[in-house]
């Protein structure tokens, strides 16, 4: 694949140590066009070696507005059944600029080892020395050990070593859409993180009318119906939560965006330090960046402060655990103390119920956010989520924006896969690409 | 003419610095862009933008604008402290400078392009 591509999947073996690549298939391409329908794939071909893949968007890391993502897929320690989580913040954009496009990871390590991804090339290397530590501190000892603090780390912490099923992949020092436990796989093959680097060039086959369509789309949702909202709070507050500004604006120091995402959908706030505070804070560790909106609605909805509810969650991303589930658990046992609710992450096991949303993680609200989407009543938002996390995971669109955005049409993504590739997609092929990741 | 960058508005997203280096490619890359998101720094949220012109770098900051004449290390007048363009701006000095996307039919693009306006074209040299 010449467009859009680095034309290159890697397959690394932890077990032997052995790496190799395939080309990237336009054939593959033509069917299953990108991100969730290619790692399927690979995971059918894989599937007797408990393979975890990790793969970019068809329009990940270009001009297309809210091309961030990336896609982690395997057999979720939760469900037993194959789900995919998203990746985003610069990570999705980061992998893509890798030198790979898809990157399916078999069999186990004897030691801690992290992969090393950059410039086209893989790196299988020991990460004994972090293993035992924190998110926080592993992914600063990487970009320390590396000198360039532009990696971007997809790393595991002490939950993910010790096999709980809540383990989550952290992005960076951040929680990720990682519901399904695949922290704890991660765990279990030794691998403590997968670090990137990008310095990658993706040719366009028909770069004027690509870029053209770029822009158009950018102007037409600009003024669309997310227009002067922003962060996690106004998230919450179309999702019925009146009061949720109020609620947490003491804390909130500035918003940020994800890789080309015109609606900034993290939140960060300050706890050590007044977020009104414009110049670079003296405390390493002033606060916390929240991305996990359903973690942030049922610690609201149980009661506790927003000073808590936020010191939860920065101690669940530095344990390398899901937060949706620690506060689920919490919210049940109506623990409100942060620390009592951090103390317990230790012997949490998985009561918790099973993560709806199918294959894809219930991260992106199930229903339409700001926008109408002109659905007829909230019966038709189950399948109409469905669908819409299907093409953002196969597109590589942000999965929280896809349900902002109804601009960004099947017919649209259909228009942008033939600029870009050169390929020919049909309607038909896209049902198709759809069915097959949904099934 | 010149760019002109309110950090304060900025989310960080990289669109400017994406579509600057498809100004310098034809191709997606970041590698030539000439206006950088520095984000090295987000355990701390502190994050803005630098521009890389003719003779100098414009660094917008969220508490303000500093502008850097190439070659020359300023002393900051409220730290006492040398100020440098984060680490992911110094390659920036081997870059080309802005050329206000010269002979792209979009004009310059990272104005066309920033969600919320953070970017403009102002008046004046460097
Ligand atoms: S005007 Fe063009 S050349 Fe100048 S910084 Fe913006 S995108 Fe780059
Ligand atoms: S496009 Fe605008 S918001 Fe995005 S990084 Fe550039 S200046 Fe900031």
Redesign the interface.
Known sequence: MDY?SSNKILIVDLETGQISEDELDDELVSQKIGGVGITTSLYETYQDRDPIILGAGLLT???F?GSALGVISAKSPRTGHVTHSPFTL?AG?EFK?TGFDYVVIVGKSKKPVFLWLHDGVADIQDASEFWGTDV?NTTDSIRKSMG???IQTLVIGPAGERGSDLAQICV??WASGDCWGFGKVFGEKNLKAVALRG??????SD?EDF?DQC?EV?ETI?GGAFAGK?GVEDILTAMGEKDAKEWIAPFV????????????TNT?I?LNENPKT????T?????F?INDVGALLTLKRAGLSAESACRVLKACAKYGIDPSAVAELSARSGQKDPDKIEQSFVDLKGTVSAPEGGKFSSWAPMQPLFADFDLSDESAYGDWWVRRQALAYLFGIHPIFANMAPELSEELMIEMFNKGTGLDLSQETLDQAIADVCL | MRIDVDALKCIGCMACEMACGYHRDDAFALLASCIVVYRARDKKDYFGVVIKEEESLTIARPEGLEIKRIGVTEESSDSGQKKEADASAKPMLLREPCDLCSGMKYGPMCVKICPVDAISLIEGGE
Not at chain 1, 199 to 204: A, N, S, V
Not at chain 1, 278 to 281: A, R
Not at chain 1, 283 to 287: L, R
């Open positions: 859009l890391g270009t001009l507005p610069k954009m600029y926080w360039d603090d532009l960076n020092y310095m990658g060039l993706l040719e366009i770069p870029v822009f950018f600009k922003s120091h500035r918003h940020s965006a994800c890789y080309n995402t015109p609606y900034p960060f300050y414009l110049t670079e804070p405390e390493q560790e002033p606060g960046l």
